[in-house]
């Protein structure tokens, strides 16, 4: 009979020394995480891979809360690495699972976290094939750290930052802001939490239909909005193509408790991590086409065009009001907020 994780009591420092109480952690971890782990205990996972070309990113996670209303840093790692992957245009296959623990943990919070990611990959289609755990002591850690790498294959022709031509519209797949109001109304008590949710969520499959509906080329490139928000990315890509990028302020979807919030908080959301918007560059003849397959997805329902790429030498961000002036979006120096992901 398997012991709740409720009663299973707090990691300690010999979770983490390779002995019995570490053998005990991998194997509750391998039960928790259930089909999605296909790892076999060896030293290096050995997968099969035929293409002639893979797409690989890693990433850390160490957000604050670890745990919050809709979500947890657990689907937060598998969304964040998926989406890495699946806006270049491949398909994630596979995922590694690096945890540090702080002592003290209570198993259960583990448990929740590892549900979170079993979840969310099943959802993605993705497998973890290995991981390792290491445990620290009291206060070198807030709760949980998280770190992933992701493996996919191309089926497409990758997606590059250097495909985006003058003309291209610009595509949100949905609201920004979300996600870092979520979080900041946990922090601060603000009580935003319960109508404004985090949209964390792994986009591959809302892409994979999406260039099933439409032709190649018709979808220049994709970014996923996460730190640094929408601003980062259209000052990523001005950069890149030399051409200066105009935003329309009244198409940026924004909901309005969130523009209340971040009005409040002093915040702008064009600079607010996300954790489940992309921003697209499309071939102008292909809009309709494209926020058609995106609204007919579920994390795409809210799917809007909010400008373009213009002829205009310069990598400038300019955002025009509703009275036709143009300001231009300063780039910020540093991270306006501290620990969203």
Do not use: W
Request: hydrophobic share 40%.
């Amino acid at each position: 009979m398997t012991t709740p994780a409720a009663d299973l009591g707090e990691v300690v420092l010999d979770h983490g020394s390779g002995t019995q109480l570490s053998h005990e952690l991998l194997s509750l971890i391998v039960e928790t995480l259930g089909d999605v782990y296909i790892g076999e205990m060896e030293d290096s996972a050995m997968l099969p891979i035929a293409t002639g070309q893979i797409a690989m990113t890693t990433d850390s996670f160490v957000v604050d809360p670890p745990f919050f209303g809709n979500g947890d840093i657990g689907k937060i790692a598998v969304c964040g690495t998926v989406n890495d992957l699946a806006v270049v245009g491949s398909k994630p296959l596979y995922l590694t699972l690096g945890m540090i623990l702080e002592t003290g943990l209570p198993i259960a919070r583990l448990v929740q976290v590892l549900t979170s990611i079993r979840e969310t990959a099943r959802e993605a289609g993705v497998q973890i094939v290995c991981g390792d755990t290491k445990v620290v002591r009291k206060g070198e850690a807030d709760q949980i750290y998280l770190n992933t790498a992701g493996v996919g294959v191309f089926e497409r022709t990758p997606l590059r930052m250097r495909n985006v031509r003058p003309g291209d519209r610009v595509i949100l797949s949905g609201p920004i802001g979300n996600h870092t109001v979520h979080l900041l109304s946990i922090r601060e008590g603000l009580g935003f939490e319960q109508r404004v949710l985090s949209d964390c969520a792994p986009v591959n499959g809302m892409l994979d239909e999406l260039f099933a509906a439409v032709d190649e080329g018709d979808v220049r490139s994709v970014r996923d909005v996460t730190r640094g928000g929408l601003a980062a990315v259209l000052h990523e890509y001005a950069g890149a193509v030399e051409r200066t990028i105009r935003i329309d302020k009244e198409a940026l979807p924004i909901q309005f408790e969130t523009l209340m919030a971040t009005d409040m908080l002093g915040i702008d959301p064009i600079h607010s991590a996300n954790e489940g918007c992309v921003c697209l560059f499309v071939d102008p003849s292909a809009e309709q086409k494209v926020l058609d397959a995106l609204r007919a997805h579920k994390h795409g329902t809210g799917a809007v065009a909010i400008g373009e790429v213009t002829e205009q030498d310069g990598a400038l961000v300019l955002m025009r009001d509703a009275e036709g002036r143009d300001s231009v979006v300063e780039e910020l120096l540093g991270a306006e907020l501290p620990r969203l992901c």
